[in-house]
Structure formats: C-alpha cells, structure tokens
T-cell receptor, first 114, second 114 residues
Framework: SQQGEEDPQALSIQEGENATMNCSYKTSINNLQWYRQNSGRGLVHLIL?????REKHSGRLRVTLDTSKKSSSLLITASRAADTASYFCATAGYSGAGSYQLTFGKGTKLSVIP | EAQVTQNPRYLITVTGKKLTVTCSQN?????MSWYRQDPGLGLRQIYY???????DKGDVPEGYKVSRKEKRNFPLILESPSPNQTSLYFC?????????????FGPGTRLTVT
C-alpha cells in the first residue's frame, strides 16, 4: 500500500492564523489529492496536484508537491472557524494491469478557535 | 444535481445476517469504490471498479463482495457480517481519464454489527 501519512495528527490554531499540514508517501504517484471531512460526513475534494506540478493554488489553499522527497503540504491561509474539519491526502498510484488505486492517509484534525 | 447516494444511512444488524449497502451515482463515472473509515485508521479501500463488470480488491477486501452490473450502481455485500465490520462506509465515484481525478463521496453508511 502506498498510503499517505499526514502530519500532524491534530492541529489547533486561532482564527486568522495559517494552518499547514503535511503528507508523506512511499511510492511513485500519478497525482496527489487533498480532501476535507466535516465530522462524520462524506469527504469533499479540495485540490489535485499532478506529479509534474510543484505548486497549486485554489482560493485560500496552497498545495506543494516534492516528488523527490515524496511529500506534499497543504497550507490554509487566514483560517476561519468553518475550516474546522479533518483533512486527508490521497495518493493516486498505478496498481498494475492498467489500474490505478487512490489511497488515503489517516488525516489531520484541524481545530480553528474563534 | 450531481451526487452519490448510499442506502441505508444507518444500519444495526446481527452477526451472520446478510446485508447489502447500495450505492448509486448520476454522473456517468466509470470508476467507483468503497471505503471504510475507522477511528485512528483513516479511510481504507475495500473494493473498486474501473467499469462495468470490472472489479478489483482494495486494501481490506476480506468479508466483502461487490458487483458492477450497471455503470451507475456499485452495491457492497456483506454475506456474513461480523462485529469487526462495524464501521462507517463510504462509496465514491470519479471520472476515469489518464488517472484518477477528484472523487465524489456519498454521505456514508454507519453500520453496527452486534
């Protein structure tokens, strides 16, 4: 399994601060995706970065990818209480016979204190 | 509205009683998958399907079956449920291009096996 591992497991910050979460993985990937999950609900896709990209932005989100270090980071700028959620990275890698598998990490639980 | 639906949303059953959790998507996606989510373990893929009549095992397939007879439906079958299958289950779907793109998740099915 080429499961991504997020770091830290939990993060607590004040509203307005930036939040940074990291993801490391073990094997080569085609792309890496970040998802958000509000408590007990389905995951929502945030951003996808391909293996040949180094940085991507979407609103207050900034994602970087370093394939040499097999790591990615998600930065949320000017955080809001509504950003409180769990964040997961998912790696899309080739699993053989023309098939790809998307593998999720265990997540970072972000708490933004008003 | 583009969506993935799952039924039932909550289910309490007893050991050994066969059950099926249905999953349906209205986006004409080729790729569908099932995940289970357990505290401290993140999301783990059970089975996935790249198209009709094409299914493959994920990381934790034991005790589960799936079928893909139609593009829109991907039911998860537990032939003889056991307490260790108590979990939160998510179905997801995605377009299948050169690699997995963003996944759309269903709302989840919370299963308790006593």
């Amino acid at each position: 399994s080429q499961q991504g591992e997020e770091d830290p497991q939990a993060l607590s910050i004040q509203e307005g601060e930036n939040a940074t979460m990291n993801c490391s993985y073990k094997t080569s990937i085609n792309n890496l995706q970040w998802y958000r999950q509000n408590s007990g609900r389905g995951l929502v896709h945030l951003i996808l970065i391909r293996s040949n990209e180094r940085e991507k932005h979407s609103g207050r989100l900034r994602v970087t990818l370093d394939t040499s270090k097999k790591s990615s980071s998600l930065l949320i700028t000017a955080s809001r209480a509504a950003d409180t959620a769990s964040y997961f990275c998912a790696t899309a890698g080739y699993s053989g016979a023309g098939s790809y598998q998307l593998t999720f990490g265990k997540g970072t639980k972000l708490s933004v204190i008003p | 509205e583009a969506q993935v639906t799952q039924n039932p949303r909550y289910l309490i059953t007893v050991t050994g009683k066969k059950l099926t959790v249905t999953c349906s998507q209205n986006m004409n996606h080729e790729y569908m998958s099932w995940y289970r989510q357990d505290p401290g373990l993140g999301l783990r893929q059970i089975y996935y399907s790249m198209n009709v009549e094409v299914t493959d095992k994920g990381d934790v397939p034991e005790g589960y079956k799936v079928s893909r007879k139609e593009k829109r439906n991907f039911p998860l079958i537990l032939e003889s449920p056991s307490p260790n299958q108590t979990s939160l289950y998510f179905c997801a779907s995605t377009l299948w291009g050169a690699s997995p793109s963003e996944q759309y998740f269903g709302p989840g099915t919370r299963l308790t096996v006593t």
